[in-house]
């Protein structure tokens, strides 16, 4: 018989899903499941006349980073930042760049930039007699140049936009060697080999004939 002065212990009991006492039920938390990296945002910047750099920030979870050259792969790196080398001067050129790690390889973000302008190389030039005064000299057009410079030895002649000179008031049957120089906003080519011809032999002048009656 319960005479209302005894002592009660109550328990929470909690059952297998943790449901049961005074306490809420505890939401489970959602498993993470692991993916390939995103991709990288990239950058590229002409960094002189043969060479773009490539940059990009660090992509969570990558372990490496592919970078791509039409198509193929040119480098595997863990850097964030890649020079690209040995480029043509004044020309576009575009890369592609992927994060990887051990579950997979990002989709590939392209960048494109123009590699700067560089000085003209020195042309390649011919010399041919085509008088007894004068020499013509002629070269193949070069890359980015916008002016010829001729000399002769060390005189300068001319500064031109043609491929052709014909140097003239020259003396017959004389050695001549010429110099030409390729220019553009950014600078000038060194000399070409020296290139040498003979102008040709003169024409003697028509004798005056005289005739005397001896008899």
Request: charged letters at 20%; aromatic letters at 10%.
């Amino acid at each position: 018989k319960y005479d209302g002065n005894a002592d009660f212990e109550w328990i929470n009991y909690k059952d297998e899903n943790n449901y049961g006492g005074d306490d809420e039920p505890e939401d489970p938390e959602t498993p993470v499941t692991p993916t390939a990296p995103a991709a990288p945002v990239v950058t590229a910047e002409a960094v002189s006349s043969s060479s773009i750099k490539l940059t990009w920030e660090a992509v969570d979870g990558a372990t490496s980073y592919n970078v791509y050259s039409s198509g193929y792969n040119i480098a595997t790196i863990t850097e964030t930042n890649y020079t690209v080398g040995y480029l043509s001067s004044n020309t576009e050129f575009c890369f592609s760049v992927s994060a990887v790690n051990e579950l997979g390889e990002s989709a590939q973000t392209e960048a494109c930039a123009t590699t700067q302008k560089a000085k003209p190389i020195a042309p390649e030039v011919t010399a041919t007699p085509t008088g007894e005064s004068t020499i013509e000299l002629s070269w193949y057009d070069v890359n980015n140049a916008t002016h010829y410079n001729v000399y002769k030895g060390e005189e300068f002649l001319a500064r031109i936009t043609e491929i052709t000179y014909t140097v003239e008031g020259l003396e017959a049957e004389t050695q001549y060697c010429f110099t030409v120089t390729a220019e553009n906003e950014v600078g000038v080519s060194d000399k070409s080999e020296e290139k040498c011809a003979t102008t040709e032999e003169s024409i003697p002048d028509a004798p005056v004939v005289t005739a005397t009656a001896t008899s």
